[in-house]
């Protein structure tokens, strides 16, 4: 039975707490102390930031050392223990007062943290009945739970999955498009190389290294962004890493990185800098391709085999059309700081040896962002080198392992998403009265500010749904998502927030139902060693039950769709339990690769705790291409790499037109829009020591970094002396769309104009009000919420300039991590 808000603050009031909330499980069972040694038993597990073997000692985490055959392990894994045994950690149901009293403002104060701790019982029952109002009062259009975004590692425990096929067995719901890590990139490379590339394999690090005379890492930090995966990594890169280092040192390969800030990857290589005015990229490449054009250093029978379009974006280039404008270095130099001898001098060289050209993901998370990445596609064509190994362009050689040889071999599968086949949702609504069910993913706060309104996506219009409950497990979109005091003004316009977490994230702090999910170090599971090289099989072993009153996704949602009818929370699980699904998932995977790779038996396999592929093979991006484009064209309309795309140009957009242009930024630092009033440019990226948020409520990681217990934002000594700010200091950054404090780094790394606050810093404001401060660092307190162009709709948090000052008073304490205000109801 659905309960309501009324019934259940009776009830609340009638039943005492220790009725209610039921014993801690904190506390180990005697089977469990019994079946463990004083000196503990290992574990083996593993998770986004490498694999490892955990010393469980009387139902307790002692100790995590790295798995044998990391030989480059990160040191975030000294962060395990910190995730399991955190203040942060939702221990129990909770209920945000306002919601459930329903008093005046109840929607305003979202944010305030004060909840009710209630049974589970009594948190599910209100989230099914909430399904059920929302479903009977809007239908479809007005629940979102289409989330994208990052999860903890393993194949069967899918936060995503699993909740999106519970939700589905209720009903129809809003869905998203698209993701905040690649969103303008994945969307125009298809049209320009084919594919969406930047979850592609490339080219294998070994031929890069014997082929490639020139690499050019491109506002790109591998070094440090390799340190985590979707899957869990293997690390091997590091190997690569520090055979390009030597092959610098002994000048066998020129590595130039183009950044506007001296990276972690320059650093660890000694390699030459390129320094570059932010998000002006572009205006640098069109002059590097008017020198190979004019200079007549460009690769024409390239051109003409794999190309379509060169001739309309040369008269763009030599000002013929459009803006009437030739993009001569010259030109190019004005914008983009870089001095036009210095342009020529650079495409000469590119041009005079193979090259291999690495792209970031940071480049297309601006305004316009699809134009940086179309412009280093027309680049490596022009320059010819796509297809040849250690040349070409890549966009992904950063991630996941990537460029790690690959043994081939299939991977486990995963729970299932949709629904079986012959399974009906309880509601089979499918009517959403218009509004478009599929959203770009970036654009759901504008569809909660303004539903109805119409926005171009993709070729296509996008009719923005009227979303009054959102769904969110595992996710923290209160972290990813930009311009934090809009998304609190939007918020005003839901009625219904639910989380599902492990850890009290600024999610959870803006929901109205928060459920308590455990680790994934609390739950079985398999999870595929190295996403891209596939180099063998790694057991997720528990090695502790789940803490508090925690409980795994699936548990969570077979007691929800338990609420959907008779036997439905059967078929939600298949009727297995987690360990015949995990099982099932090795055996399916065992048959996959039988004849090539002969798997132990599951028993076997979960005792050892791994399965090795054995070793990997090389590969060329775009090889077959480069050897018959008839034969092995690419995925665009015609097979063919298109400078110009009459696809897109038929779409007519003012943003994105038939070939890469530059466009001038809303906000651009040095002397571009906005600089009057906010002059320095806010650098929001991936961060060092975390993945995206997680990891960041670790105490033991955290204290490594933070300045005075705060995000540290890393600022050029000589802006810093100009403001008074030493290092250590506390510092106030601000735009006219919020504030935050953060301690301060002075470092030579950055340069005057450009300050950096590494992304994923936990959100955690003074209060509920618009404008008020964040007392630890989330830079996207003040990041610009506005879509890279019509095409993509994706996320711009590069494109933000800010102002700062030394912090003067006495500093709010950080309440980002300490969890709700538990208060009676």
């Known amino acids: ?172 719901f809003v869905k998203k498009i698209g993701d905040y890590s690649t969103g303008a990139g994945q969307t125009i490379l298809p049209y320009v190389l084919g594919s969406t590339e930047v979850y592609a394999q490339q080219t294998s690090w070994p031929l890069v290294l014997e082929n490639a005379k020139q690499i050019i890492i491109w506002a790109n930090d591998p070094v440090k962004n390799a340190q985590v995966g979707w899957q869990c990594p293997t690390h091997d890169v590091y190997g690569y890493f520090a055979e390009l280092k030597d092959k610098v040192a002994k000048g066998e390969i020129k590595v130039i990185s183009v950044d506007p800030v001296v990276s972690k990857t320059q650093n660890y290589l000694g390699c030459d800098h390129l320094y570059i005015n932010p998000q002006t990229d572009v205006p640098f490449m069109l002059g590097i391709a008017h020198t190979l054009y004019t200079e007549d250093l460009y690769d024409k029978d390239f051109i003409k085999l794999y190309c379509l379009g060169f001739e309309p974006f040369v008269d763009y280039v030599t000002g013929k059309t459009k803006d009437k404008v030739e993009k001569t270095p010259e030109w190019a130099s004005a914008i983009c700081g870089v001095p036009a001898d210095k342009i020529r001098e650079f495409a000469r060289m590119l041009a005079s040896e193979r090259t291999q050209i690495m792209f970031g993901w940071c480049v297309q998370r601006q305004q316009h962002g699809e134009q940086p990445y179309w412009m280093g596609a027309v680049i490596a064509s022009m320059l010819g080198g796509i297809g040849l190994p250690g040349g070409g362009v890549s966009y992904a050689h950063h991630y996941s392992g990537i460029g790690e040889p690959a043994t081939g071999a299939a991977g486990p599968g995963g729970f299932p998403r949709n629904l079986d086949p012959g399974m009906t949702p309880l509601h089979n609504n499918s009517d959403f009265k218009g509004y478009s069910s599929t959203i770009p993913v970036a654009r759901w706060i504008e569809a909660i500010e303004e539903p109805g309104k119409e926005i171009n996506y993709n070729g296509s219009k996008v009719k923005l749904p009227p979303i009054k409950m959102v769904v969110v497990s595992g996710n923290n979109p209160w972290h990813h998502h930009q311009d934090h005091n809009r998304m609190k003004k939007a918020y005003y316009n839901i009625e219904t927030a639910v989380t599902i977490d492990f850890a009290w994230t600024a999610t959870c702090r803006f929901s109205d139902i ?281 996320c711009s948090a590069y494109t933000c300039l800010v102002e700062y000052e030394k912090f003067k008073g006495e500093a709010p304490a950080v309440n980002a991590f300490s969890g709700p205000i538990v208060v009676a109801p």
């Open 1 to 172: 039975m659905a309960m309501n808000r009324r019934s259940f603050l009776k009830r609340m009031l009638s039943v005492s707490a220790t009725v209610a909330i039921g014993p801690s499980l904190l506390v180990a069972t005697d089977a469990e102390a019994n079946s463990e040694l004083l000196e503990g038993a290992w574990r083996t597990s593993g998770s986004h930031w490498g694999a490892f073997r955990a010393r469980v000692v009387g139902g307790e985490v002692a100790e995590v050392v790295a798995f044998s055959h990391d030989k480059h392990p990160t040191e975030m894994l000294d962060g395990i223990k910190g995730l399991i045994y955190n203040p942060s950690r939702v221990r129990y149901p909770m209920v945000r007062l306002d919601w459930l009293k329903k008093t005046e403002g109840w929607n305003t104060t979202r944010g305030d943290n004060r909840f009710i701790r209630v049974t589970w019982d009594q948190a599910l029952d209100l989230f099914y009945g909430e399904l059920e109002r929302v479903q009977k009062t809007y239908g479809p259009s007005g629940l979102l739970a289409g989330q994208t975004g990052w999860r903890q590692t393993g194949q069967f425990h899918s936060c995503t999955t699993h909740m999106q096929r519970a939700i589905a067995m209720h009903g129809f």
């Open 514 to 794: 928060v459920l308590p999910a455990c680790t994934q170090f609390e739950r079985n599971d398999i999870d595929l060693y190295g996403a891209y090289s596939a180099t063998g099989l790694l057991a997720m072993h528990k090695l502790v039950d789940p803490l508090y009153q925690s409980r795994s996704d699936f548990d969570i949602f077979k007691g929800l769709t338990q609420r959907f009818g008779i036997g439905k929370e059967k078929e939600f699980a298949q009727d297995m339990t987690e360990m015949q699904w995990v099982e099932k998932l090795y055996n399916e995977c065992a048959v996959a690769n039988k004849g090539n790779f002969e798997m132990p038996d599951f028993k076997t396999f979960w005792k050892d705790g791994y399965v090795s592929f054995g070793e990997g093979h090389t590969f060329v991006r775009h090889a077959l291409f480069r050897e018959d484009p008839e034969l092995n064209p690419l995925g665009t309309p015609s097979g063919f790499i298109e400078i110009t795309s009459r696809k897109i140009g038929s779409y007519g957009y003012e943003y994105c037109q038939e070939h890469p242009m530059w466009f001038e930024k809303a906000e651009r630092s040095h002397g571009g829009p906005g600089s009057e009033s906010f002059p320095f440019w806010l650098q929001s990226c991936h961060p060092d020591k975390r993945l995206h948020s997680q990891m960041c409520e670790s105490p033991a990681i955290r204290e490594t970094y933070t300045v005075q217990g705060r995000e540290p934002a890393y600022i050029n000594p000589s802006d810093a002396k100009a403001k008074g700010i030493k290092d250590g200091d506390l510092i106030r950054v601000y735009n006219d769309r919020g504030q935050l404090i953060a301690g301060a780094v002075v470092s030579d790394d950055y340069p005057s104009g450009v300050i950096r606050i590494q992304e994923g810093a936990w959100y955690g404001p003074t209060g509920s009000e618009i404008g008020a401060i964040d007392t630890y660092g989330d830079p996207n307190t003040m990041t610009l919420d506005i879509g890279t162009s019509e095409l993509a709709q994706a």
